[in-house]
């Protein structure tokens, strides 16, 4: 039954792939660096952008590019109230973004005024992982209240990723949660991952998250 | 191109949709009551399947079915050291589970010794929602610290299910959560719901929900 099937799915996949690499193409000639963050629902996507666009809009000029299952614009419309250029992808319920989405969200921005490109990915620890949208960097923000074990339990997400950023911090005084085991957890996956606790409610760690976004971006 | 493609889809989602028939089928046939828990990653289902086997042991016989997107067996485990009938279905990467899986699943469990089956999903708020399994009741766990919007983020999960757990109610006084804005929410989407705050951390609400069990199992 498979012997029809199988190449048929490949040439999905490679579609996706071309369409990032000219994602990325279009990104590099407007010197933009390009990052993709992805999360369970609820573990702080929106809110971990809000709080890069703080940190670092007197400094990079951002845009972003908001992935939603609904036509609610409820991401898109916080990231607008504060200045930033946004545009949003609704995926008609489809459970990730993929490369022909931000291709044309991209068509939708002003480019040539941008050097940080943040695309917050549909909430989902599992589709989003296998699709190359043509960004430079992954990220994902992982929370407190999600619990430890998470990295066993979804390993594919934290493949590849170049940031975990820890948030929720704030609630760790309310939840057992091992940061060790979680992290030893994906380390094992993932050797070179830059591993970040962060606090959206209180600003802990934001700071280095943002430094590293200033030092991606400057090469 | 899409000529060829629709009636393939088509055929895929009644192949699930008479294969979840025949799952209800075998349920009814053995007297057993099936739910199935849909959640985020973290929301609390195996928290929630742990309390309610508890709150349930003596008046109802369980059996639990764990869908992880991985082979390892931290629920399952968890399942099984209480003492209760557990099979594990590793989804291979994939986000949510299906008729066929279920069925096999259904296989290696004692049947004829269960009044109630649990089968945790996926923890996915999108792909989970379009998968009918044969049981006889949907299920979702949300919780406080995932944020009061997600209903109008992600819709599709909660049209069509019975009862929506809201879990982590011990974390409110910590958390910005509006709960009538989510209570809305969901049942602009489903007013058929029934809507039931819980936590298991201090027990509050369990009772409510193991009522709810005993009381749709009876029928």
Redesign the interface.
């Known amino acids: 039954m498979g012997t029809t099937h199988v190449p048929i799915v490949q040439r999905i996949l490679n579609a996706n792939d071309q369409i990032a690499a000219q994602n990325r193409a279009k990104l590099d000639s407007e010197g933009i660096f390009g990052i993709n963050i992805m999360a369970?629902?609820?573990a702080g996507k929106t809110s971990t952008i809000l709080k890069t666009i703080e940190a670092l809009k007197d400094r990079m000029r951002i845009g972003v590019i908001e992935g939603?299952?609904?036509a609610?614009t409820?991401?898109a419309d916080k990231i607008k109230a504060v200045g930033i250029p946004v545009v949003q992808i609704n995926t008609g319920?489809?459970?990730h973004l993929d490369a022909p989405m931000v291709a044309d969200a991209l068509q939708q921005l002003p480019l040539q005024e941008l050097d940080l490109l943040i695309v917050e990915n549909?909430?989902?620890?599992?589709?989003p992982a296998?699709f190359n949208i043509g960004t430079h960097a992954n990220i994902v923000v992982a929370?407190i209240?999600?619990?430890d074990?998470?990295p066993?339990?979804?390993?594919?997400i934290y493949q590849g990723i170049d940031v975990l950023l820890l948030n929720?911090t704030?609630?760790a005084p309310?939840?057992a949660f091992n940061t060790d085991y979680f992290r030893r957890g994906v380390e094992i996956l993932n050797q070179n991952v830059n591993f970040l606790p962060i606090s959206c409610k209180t600003g802990e760690g934001l700071d280095r998250w943002a430094d590293w976004l200033l030092q991606k971006a400057a090469h």
């Open positions: 369970s629902p609820g939603d299952t609904a609610v409820i991401d319920g489809g459970c549909v909430g989902n620890l599992v589709c296998t929370s209240p999600e619990g074990d998470k066993y339990k979804y390993p594919r929720k704030d609630l309310y939840v």
